[in-house]
């Protein structure tokens, strides 16, 4: 017997198995709610496992779906992203930015708030967003005031 007739059979097994099987138990299985597991030797009873939650260590299979992530607002309510953003430009060095910045310790959430006031789209990782204002606020203004002055 060749791989490929072994193969067939077990997929042809399989199908039979599926198709036999109630609408629910297959949306479970396709979601990952529900597993299938391999039996060696006769055929006996398995406890229908469907109605219990799949114990700690089972992982869900690649590509099932999840409950999407709640996304928080993770900037205080506080927050005043345009004051930072003006008190930012009036700063004449990077450094000085950089500090001004850092004390106000912000969260990502927070951050990206400050770079929409600066008219940016916050991109990548919570330093690749500080320095995105940084350069915005403070290095924009002091390239365009170099090309001014010719």
Not at 98 to 103: F, H, N, P, S, V
Request: hydrophobic share 45%; no cysteine; charged share 25%.
């Amino acid at each position: 017997m060749t791989d490929l007739t072994l193969f067939l059979q077990l997929q042809a097994r399989i199908a039979t198995f599926l198709a036999e099987q109630p609408a629910e138990r297959l949306l479970a299985l396709a979601e990952g709610r529900a597993m299938l597991s391999l039996v060696d030797g006769h055929p006996r009873a398995v406890p229908d496992t469907m109605s219990q939650p799949p114990p700690a260590n089972v992982v869900a299979a690649p590509g099932a779906r999840r409950a999407p992530a709640v996304r928080r607002s993770t900037a205080p309510a506080d927050l005043d992203a345009d004051a930072i953003a003006k008190s930012l430009r009036a700063k004449e060095t990077l450094d000085e930015a950089t500090e001004e910045l850092a004390g106000h310790k912000l969260t990502v959430g927070g951050l990206k708030l400050v770079v929409r006031a600066l008219g940016l789209i916050p991109k990548g990782t919570k330093a690749d967003i500080t320095r995105q204002i940084i350069n915005q606020a403070v290095g924009a203004r002091r390239k365009y005031d170099g090309l001014r002055q010719g």
